[in-house]
């Protein structure tokens, strides 16, 4: 099941009312300690990948609600007089509903493939298998008949 992994918030050391300039900002100071050409640590790489994923995902509208709606950021609905951050039309939650169910998805999707993988090679093996149990009973039929015949 593929989820968000981590809280992108955390990774960018970002308040969740962050706008898109605080986020960029945040991710090239944070790029700068971590970027593989700078840090000789060896999770350099896999620290600054995680950065890259939380900064797409918060730069994008669909991806940032539905990580919002995982890691309990999201309150539909406002109270009086409080501002609501999330300007996102219908067709950006449904796709934002729709990446969430793709991602969770997406393994079952693996799993369906390997399964169905392996099920094809064990046809593919009982097949061989059979023609050659055919192939030996025609041909201990065929030397039956030719010994018969001739005696």
């Not at 951050?85 to 449904?94: N, P, Q």
Request: aromatic share 10%.
């Amino acid at each position: 099941m593929q989820q968000f992994p981590s809280d992108c918030y955390k990774i960018l050391s970002l308040q969740p009312d962050a706008g898109t300039d605080d986020i960029r900002r945040a991710y090239r100071s944070k790029a700068k300690l971590v970027h593989p050409d700078v840090n000789s640590s060896a999770d350099a790489a896999t620290q600054f990948r995680k950065l890259q994923e939380a900064a797409i995902t918060l730069l994008d509208a669909a991806a940032r609600h539905a990580h919002d709606v995982q890691y309990g950021y999201y309150k539909p609905g406002k109270k009086k007089g409080e501002q609501n951050l999330y300007t996102v039309s219908e067709t950006s939650t449904h796709r934002a509903k729709q990446t969430v169910h793709s991602w969770l998805d997406g393994m079952t999707v693996f799993q369906d493939a390997a399964y169905k993988r392996n099920q094809e090679i064990i046809r593919n093996h009982k097949r061989k298998r059979r023609i050659v149990f055919i192939s030996l009973i025609a041909a201990v039929w065929g030397i039956a008949l030719l010994i018969w015949f001739f005696t």
